[in-house]
């Protein structure tokens, strides 16, 4: 599976038009046709496709990425840079978002017409109809130019070093992306929850004479979560590839507005090692769902069932 | 309606009676339709041409002159944003369609004949799903180039995985049904019996499934456009109007400028989500007991749709 993508990658980027060298060289250099004809033979342009394509799946599995055209740093250098700041705000709201949904879904499909299915509506709203960067928008004017609270974007102002620092720059990026991911999580808690209220042995345990929250939380609970644990795991790739929309409008040095750069800039190097990473997140996480299923379901745990 | 009357009327009219006692469908329908119909006349109703270049009046509030005032050029704001709809529309239902007719034909294929041809698609259709769908779509735009209409093919390409999995999941239960059987013992061909038969059995998920997607295209516009990467500028669509909030100034003192085309965006985009509910409503076989003309009522008092 890895190596069919890896594959696409590589010859989906040689389809473009873009010549390396064009972007490399600038034109008032690219006069001297003879070095041309050199830096061609040296990065192996001319060797033979499929000749390229397992030099570059050699360099990736060692972790050599190759350099950005548009900078000339080395790949690896630029991710060790943008990384934390990708994995800081994504996780931040994938484990806040997880909270909440989780929270008021249970709620909600627990009460219904109550306080938290009315919020969660509202939310599920928001999630469908509103881009999120419209989202991150409003915040910025309202908390950031209104009241000033908070500060406009970026990861850090110049002299700031301890995490408290960072903290505030981190609160409205994070909002954001916790509403944006809000509304299908709640959704699904919702809709889980409301089956699983419907089984048998919800009544079973009810009969019996077990507590209302007992039965929601030890029951209902943990039997709802498997298909908000599969939509979670769909989430990871996220961690890689950030959320390019809300990094752009924060201005956060991430993963995400490194994305942008290359795009705009064809820096093809940097796409194809940034897709190759994400490509491998999701297939950890599509084995990672197969596991928490597992863990969650003692049917399969067992190798039971059919 | 009576039991007489149902025999009496033909499906399409049942189909619209139904349509018209769900408060959601008609809402939604009454907001796109609006919109639609204000985009078309977009000239006539703010009384400017979108590309009016007016540079003594820029940056000037909503008034009564420019209900939704004007931009850094001085261009009518209201004028800009339904002409725009024009363009985000456009771009919405065609991707829509094409990526519905790609899932439709795959989805067709593969739930009829199963085996290895299935497993190909099916894990084809769960990496595109699982790739971050912006970032997809920003390579293909890096090896196709920008211009509206790769935008829709590259929409096309990247959302066609829904109705892929609901058209398929149909053809698998349909295959089993006794009249496929009989069409396969009368000897007609794979694909008269997929596309003839089988296919108008699975209509109704597929129609929910093409509005749904408008609203997911309609808003990947706008983010892809948003980011200077999608349509090019000088075509204004609701995400390349909402591009002047990529500047800190815009954000902080000029709102019309961004927060006009936003919830342009979002009404339409719920009108569709609304209709596609109503859709789901009357289409769907299993929901079909919840068609009552109470359902206005009920929507009155404050019970909203039918959600379980």
């Not at chain 1, 033979?48 to 990736?60: G, N, P, S, T, V």
């Not at chain 1, 509103?130 to 908390?143: E, H, R």
């Not at chain 1, 029951?219 to 752009?248: C, D, K, Q």
């Not at chain 1, 995400?256 to 491998?280: C, E, R």
């Amino acid at each position: 599976m890895a190596f069919t993508i890896s594959a696409l990658i590589f010859f989906a980027s040689r389809l473009s038009p873009i010549d390396p060298i064009n972007a490399m060289v600038p034109p008032d250099m690219a006069a001297d046709s003879a070095n041309l004809v050199q830096l061609r033979e040296e990065l192996g342009l001319n060797d033979h496709i499929i000749l390229q394509y397992f030099h570059w799946l050699k360099d990736i599995m060692t972790g050599e990425f190759g350099y950005s055209l548009q900078s000339g740093q080395k790949i690896s250098e630029i991710l060790a840079l943008r990384m934390p700041a990708t994995l800081e705000l994504v996780l931040s709201a994938l484990i806040l978002s997880t909270i909440l949904a989780l929270t008021l879904g249970l709620f909600a499909g627990a009460k219904r017409g109550g306080i938290a299915d009315k919020l969660s509506r509202v939310f599920a709203v928001i999630g469908i109809a509103v881009p999120d960067f419209f989202i991150g928008l409003a915040l910025l004017n309202v908390f950031a130019y209104r009241v000033e609270w908070l500060p406009t974007g970026n990861r850090i102002a110049p002299g700031q070093v301890t995490f408290w620092d960072r903290f505030p720059h981190l609160i409205l990026p994070v909002a954001t992306l916790t509403i944006a991911m809000l509304a299908v999580l709640i959704r699904y808690t919702r809709n889980s929850v409301l089956d699983t209220l419907n089984r048998d042995f919800v009544m079973t345990a009810r009969s019996k004479g077990v507590p209302e929250w007992r039965v929601l939380y030890s029951h209902v609970f943990r039997n709802s979560l498997g298909p908000v644990m599969v939509i979670l795991a769909f989430r990871l790739p996220l961690l890689v590839g950030g959320s390019i929309l809300v990094e752009t409008v924060f201005q956060w040095p991430g993963i995400g507005t490194t994305i942008i750069a290359a795009v705009s800039a064809s820096d093809y190097p940097v796409i194809m090692v940034i897709s190759m990473l994400i490509a491998m997140v999701i297939l950890v996480a599509s084995f990672l769902v197969d596991i928490v299923k597992s863990l969650l379901d003692p049917r399969v745990r067992l190798g039971g069932g059919k | 309606m009576s039991k007489k009357n149902h025999d009496q009327q033909s499906t399409t009219q049942i189909f619209i009676s139904n349509f018209l006692h769900n408060p959601s469908g008609v809402i939604g329908l009454i907001i796109i339709s609006t919109l639609m119909i204000s985009a078309i006349f977009a000239v006539q109703i703010s009384g400017v041409e979108p590309d009016y270049i007016d540079p003594i009046n820029s940056r000037l509030g909503p008034s009564w002159d420019h209900l939704m005032g004007t931009d850094q050029l001085g261009r009518d704001m209201l004028s800009r944003i339904l002409s725009g709809a024009r363009q985000s529309i456009y771009i919405g239902v065609l991707a829509s369609f094409l990526a519905n007719l790609i899932g439709t034909v795959l989805g067709a294929i593969a739930g009829y004949l199963g085996g290895k041809i299935d497993t190909v698609v099916m894990r084809v259709s769960e990496l595109v799903m699982t790739f971050p769908q912006l970032i997809l779509v920003l390579i293909f735009v890096s090896l196709l180039g920008q211009g509206i209409n790769n935008v829709i093919i590259v929409f096309a390409l990247t959302g066609w995985m829904t109705t892929f999995r609901l058209v398929r999941g149909e053809f698998f239960s349909l295959r089993e049904e006794a009249f496929v059987e009989a069409d396969r013992a009368f000897g007609f061909s794979k694909p008269r019996i997929i596309f003839k038969h089988l296919l108008p059995n699975t209509m109704s998920p597929i129609v929910v499934a093409f509005t749904v997607n408008i609203a997911i295209f309609i808003i990947a516009e706008a983010g892809l456009s948003f980011l200077g990467l999608g349509v090019p500028v000088t075509t204004p669509t609701w995400g390349n109007l909402l591009t002047a909030a990529q500047n800190p100034v815009v954000v902080n003192e000029y709102w019309w400028l961004w927060v006009f085309p936003a919830l342009s965006i979002a009404t339409f985009v719920l009108g569709v989500n609304f209709v596609g509910d109503g859709l789901r409503d009357v289409l769907d076989p299993r929901h079909k007991s919840l068609i009552t003309k109470n359902k206005w009522k009920k929507f009155l008092v404050g019970r909203f749709g039918s959600k379980k």
